[in-house]
Nanobody, 125 residues
């Protein structure tokens, strides 16, 4: 098993930047594909970005392409989501997730076995 703890959320003005982090503990971090999802009030949890075990493959939802960057640091067992040019519609609780069973990197919520508690990101207009 792996435990995930997010940090770095907060309040930022539109056009600003924020970086959220997810620290993993437990089983070997490099065993997991990692992803970020988000959930806005009254909406379903949606995929944001994913990164493969090795870090050489990344996926993004179209709405964040060119603005968000997912990365991972194996030495720190941490995955990051750098968010630039933030918009009010990016406001949500951001969740880190780990997939330890799949061979292929996935954007599907049900493929991820472990979840953090979430961190709130609020973008003011």
């Amino acid at each position: 098993q792996v435990q995930l703890v997010e940090s770095g959320g907060g309040l930022v003005q539109a056009g600003g930047s924020l970086r959220v982090s997810c620290a993993a503990s437990g089983r070997t971090f490099s065993s997991y594909h990692m992803a970020w999802f988000r959930q806005a009030p009254g909406k379903e949890r949606e995929f944001v970005a994913a990164i493969s075990r090795s870090g050489d493959t990344t996926y993004y939802v179209d709405s964040v392409k060119g603005r968000f960057t997912i990365s991972r640091d194996h030495a720190k067992s941490t995955v990051y989501l750098q968010m630039n040019s933030l918009k009010p519609e990016d406001t949500a609780v951001y969740y880190c997730a780990a997939d330890g069973g799949g061979n292929r990197l996935s954007t599907l919520r049900h493929r991820y076995d472990y979840w953090g508690q979430g961190t709130q990101v609020t973008v003011s207009s």
